[in-house]
């Protein structure tokens, strides 16, 4: 079976552009997260959706961040505009609603903002 | 704030030894944990998963949880150098929440 698919898996670009980071669930899955990871702050939960609707984006670090889920198998975050502090591995997780639902994480997008 | 604490580490042990990785939780509602391992630049793995208290076991792995405690481990019998990476312990917080609060990581070294 298919994991976790993100693109692209790394990401170069210049303060100021705009970021799109794509995220492909297991199949079945109906919950999605997106985390950063940084060696200061850790693995972070930005935001996290059911059934293609967001339900908690308190860690969505501000405006510059958003994030879509328009269909079961598609999400996206953005990053408008990038700032070289977003720098950072976004990672994006799948989980099924049965418990103890343990989350699968895709293999991350290496993003560098410079 | 609800929050997982793993002492960073670096813990070292020998090839062939036991390899004990520990984990405190703050919500005492919290009911499932789980340990993921992390090699150096790849994705956090599932390792196992636990929600009883006590023990369980899957291979050389076995995962400890006590909830009066609040407390959750995870051992490694007969270590080898292949286990050195980063573990990351996480609990799913009470509430109804289906998110994880992650801990920062052991990192685990092996040696030869």
């Known amino acids: 079976d298919a994991g976790v698919i993100q693109s692209p898996r790394h990401e170069v670009t210049e303060m100021g552009q705009e970021v799109t980071l794509r995220c492909k669930p297991i199949s079945g899955h109906d919950y999605l997260f997106w985390y950063r990871q940084t060696m200061m702050r850790g693995l972070e939960l930005l935001i996290y959706f059911n059934n293609n609707v967001p339900i908690d984006d308190s860690g969505m670090p501000e405006d510059r961040f958003s994030a879509k889920m328009p269909n079961a198998s598609f999400s996206t975050l953005k990053i408008q505009p990038s700032e070289p502090r977003d720098s950072a591995v976004y990672f994006c997780a799948s989980s099924f609603r049965g418990p103890p639902q343990p989350q699968h994480f895709g293999d991350g997008t290496r993003l560098s903002i410079l | ?112």
């Open chain 2, 1 to 112: 704030q609800k929050e997982v604490e793993q002492n960073s580490g670096p813990l070292s042990v020998p090839e062939g030894a036991i390899a004990s990785l520990n984990c405190t939780y703050s919500d005492r509602g919290s009911q499932s944990f789980f340990w993921y391992r992390q090699y150096s630049g790849k994705s956090p793995e599932l390792i196992m998963f636990i929600y009883s208290n006590g023990d369980k076991e899957d291979g050389r792995f076995t995962a400890q949880l006590n909830k009066a405690s609040q407390y959750v481990s995870l051992l490694i019998r007969d270590s080898q150098p292949s286990d050195s990476a980063t573990y990351l312990c996480a609990g799913r917080p009470s509430g109804g929440y289906n998110k994880l609060i992650f801990g920062a990581g052991t990192r685990l070294a092996v040696h030869p």
